[in-house]
């Protein structure tokens, strides 16, 4: 991480003989949202270990930082070949890793398995996103260009009107009116009270506001095609189909179509009626597919 040193929280229960999952929450999550697999995937026989990425949950927000996919992959690859040390000395000598993530953690997941090849066997994804932001500026229509650059460094910025709209964005009725009415929870039966906590806690942190302005109108960073053309292990792709916000089959990068550039095995299970966070909104359904996969690996 460039000689940075960080402090970043993370959680880890299960047997340390069992073989490790490490699972990567996206934009604006945590650890906590994971509550319904760490259980099952412990029961299971697996160790199971969450990060928050720098900027997020209980892990430092340095407002200096230069946000990006590579640099949540490097701090990514970094826990892990740390964590493979201790547990190689142990019973688990020579266990190899399943990185699982929602959302951008489901891009970090790729970016990691296709550095990580000697430590990662499995890799799941519940939904992806096509990068850290919507913004993919090379791709844009030059008619575009100035205009977005207005808005990342000018509207978006902290002391602008960049801080308002993060005050406005975080408040309870705003996060819950997303979770419910956009279609992010397409059953929203887990949109409650914890949700919401473990969701808006953090937003109180110092540096949340200039994290949340960086990463909301930074660049997009590497394509999921980047990452998978070095892909070489087997990939479990759990989607929602009613995501509104990273759909399966539209835009530029669809997970409809991941199959085509990865060297390893891809499976893509549609889950009808599911929003952006299959993890937590129908964990059963997860559970159920991705199980059995899990199992199967060599």
């Not at 919401?196 to 095609?225: M, N, Q």
């Amino acid at each position: 991480m460039s000689g940075q040193t960080y402090n970043i929280n993370y959680r880890v229960e299960g047997d340390s003989s069992k073989p490790p999952i490490i699972l990567v929450h996206g934009f604006g999550a945590n650890v906590n949202h994971f509550r319904y697999n760490f259980p099952l995937l412990v029961e299971a026989g697996y160790q199971v270990y969450a990060v928050d990425l720098l900027g997020f949950g209980g892990s430092d927000k340095p407002k200096d930082a230069e946000y990006s996919i590579e640099l949540w992959v490097n701090l990514l690859c970094d826990f892990m070949t740390d964590m493979s040390t201790s547990i190689n000395s142990g019973e688990n000598d020579g266990e190899k890793w399943i990185v699982c993530g929602n959302s951008i953690g489901g891009l970090c997941s790729l970016g990691v398995t296709s550095k990580l090849k000697d430590l990662v066997k499995g890799c799941v994804l519940f939904n992806c996103a096509q990068g850290m932001s919507a913004i993919r500026y090379e791709e844009l229509p030059w008619l575009l260009k100035p205009i977005v650059t207005f808005v990342q460094k000018v509207v978006l910025a902290p002391d602008g009107y960049g801080g308002k709209f993060f005050e406005n964005f975080k408040t309870r009725e705003n996060v819950e009116s997303i979770l419910r009415g956009q279609g992010v929870y397409g059953d929203t039966t887990n949109v409650d009270d914890e949700l919401l906590e473990i969701l808006l806690g953090p937003s109180e942190d110092d540096g949340a506001k200039e994290v949340f302005l960086k990463v909301f109108g930074g660049d997009a960073g590497p394509t999921p095609e980047e990452f998978l053309k070095d892909i070489e292990v087997p990939i479990l792709a759990l989607w929602g189909d009613s995501d509104p916000w990273v759909p399966v089959d539209r835009g530029t990068h669809q997970g409809l179509n991941f199959g085509q550039y990865t060297k390893g095995e891809y499976i893509l299970e549609i889950l009808e009626g599911v929003g952006h966070c299959p993890q937590d909104e129908v964990p059963s359904q997860i559970h159920e597919k991705m199980l059995p996969w899990l199992k199967s690996l060599p």
